[in-house]
């Protein structure tokens, strides 16, 4: 049985939720900022894919960043199709000693580019493929770029509101003070591969080999720049 939605009114919530000034964070690491809002907002917390509140009858994902943190947006953590090695087996064969002293594989790859570690992103629209190749390997797992898109447009139910927070430290505690949010809807496909081709999304691989010797993912996932987001949707809408 679906799941019924919470019906938020996001602009009266997140202007009460900004005049509180700065908020300490219910958590101490990085999702600190999505896991307060969330909580002030009374959303639960949701990691299997779905919507988290509706907003005039929309289907909307919630994403918070810290505002000078820069970072890129999760678009979709689904895991590529590994062949013919498992993930464990190249992070092996092809990734590199960490500051940890690990096997691992943390690295940036971007369409038909090789990074320093002789990895790219290849897009075989014949073969329906989203390809990750090094540069010797050749091909070591890959997306089904049709299911890829479903996956990202079920997620973000193609809508988007991103909200993004000052932070401040007080000794071992953060503080978050909400400031800005736009809600971005109708995801573009079109769009979505054109950004792909020129380097605006991107898959992020954070892989490293455990002492059992299995693969831990800490989020390995496609990742777009936050100045590109108005450009993968056709409605940008000011919410605070």
């Given at each position: 049985?679906e799941?019924?939605l919470?019906e938020?009114?996001?602009?009266e919530?997140l202007k009460?939720?900004?005049?509180k000034?700065f908020i300490k964070?219910?958590?101490?690491d990085?999702?600190?900022?999505?896991?307060?809002?969330?909580?002030f907002?009374?959303?639960?917390?949701?990691?299997i894919?779905e919507p988290d509140?509706?907003y005039?009858?929309?289907?909307?994902?919630?994403k918070?960043?810290r505002?000078?943190?820069?970072s890129r947006?999760t678009?979709s953590?689904?895991s590529?199709?590994?062949?013919?090695?498992?993930?464990?087996?190249i992070i092996?064969?092809?990734g590199?000693?960490d500051?940890?002293?690990?096997?691992?594989l943390?690295?940036?790859?971007?369409?038909d580019?090789?990074?320093?570690?002789?990895f790219?992103l290849?897009l075989d629209?014949k073969e329906?493929?989203?390809?990750?190749?090094h540069?010797?390997?050749?091909?070591?797992?890959y997306f089904?770029?049709?299911?890829?898109i479903?996956t990202?447009?079920?997620?973000?139910?193609?809508?988007?509101?991103?909200?993004?927070?000052d932070?401040?430290k007080?000794?071992?505690?953060?503080?978050?003070?909400?400031i800005?949010?736009?809600?971005?809807?109708?995801?573009?496909?079109?769009?979505?591969?054109?950004l792909l081709i020129?380097?605006?999304i991107?898959w992020?691989?954070?892989m490293?080999?455990?002492?059992s010797?299995?693969?831990?993912?800490?989020?390995s996932?496609?990742?777009?720049g936050?100045?590109?987001?108005?450009n993968?949707f056709?409605?940008?809408?000011k919410?605070?």
């Amino acid at each position: 049985m679906e799941e019924i939605l919470p019906e938020i009114n996001i602009k009266e919530k997140l202007k009460v939720i900004k005049d509180k000034g700065f908020i300490k964070s219910l958590r101490k690491d990085n999702t600190g900022v999505g896991y307060t809002l969330e909580t002030f907002l009374g959303i639960k917390e949701n990691n299997i894919g779905e919507p988290d509140f509706t907003y005039n009858g929309l289907k909307v994902e919630l994403k918070a960043q810290r505002k000078k943190a820069g970072s890129r947006v999760t678009l979709s953590t689904k895991s590529p199709i590994w062949d013919p090695l498992r993930d464990r087996d190249i992070i092996n064969k092809l990734g590199y000693i960490d500051k940890k002293g690990r096997k691992a594989l943390k690295i940036t790859l971007k369409i038909d580019r090789f990074n320093p570690k002789e990895f790219k992103l290849n897009l075989d629209e014949k073969e329906d493929k989203l390809e990750i190749v090094h540069k010797s390997f050749g091909i070591v797992c890959y997306f089904k770029f049709s299911e890829l898109i479903d996956t990202i447009k079920t997620k973000l139910y193609e809508n988007l509101l991103l909200v993004l927070a000052d932070k401040k430290k007080e000794g071992e505690e953060e503080y978050f003070h909400y400031i800005e949010a736009n809600l971005f809807s109708h995801f573009d496909e079109t769009n979505f591969k054109e950004l792909l081709i020129d380097g605006k999304i991107v898959w992020e691989f954070r892989m490293h080999l455990k002492e059992s010797g299995f693969a831990r993912d800490h989020g390995s996932g496609l990742r777009i720049g936050r100045k590109y987001l108005s450009n993968l949707f056709k409605k940008e809408e000011k919410i605070l």
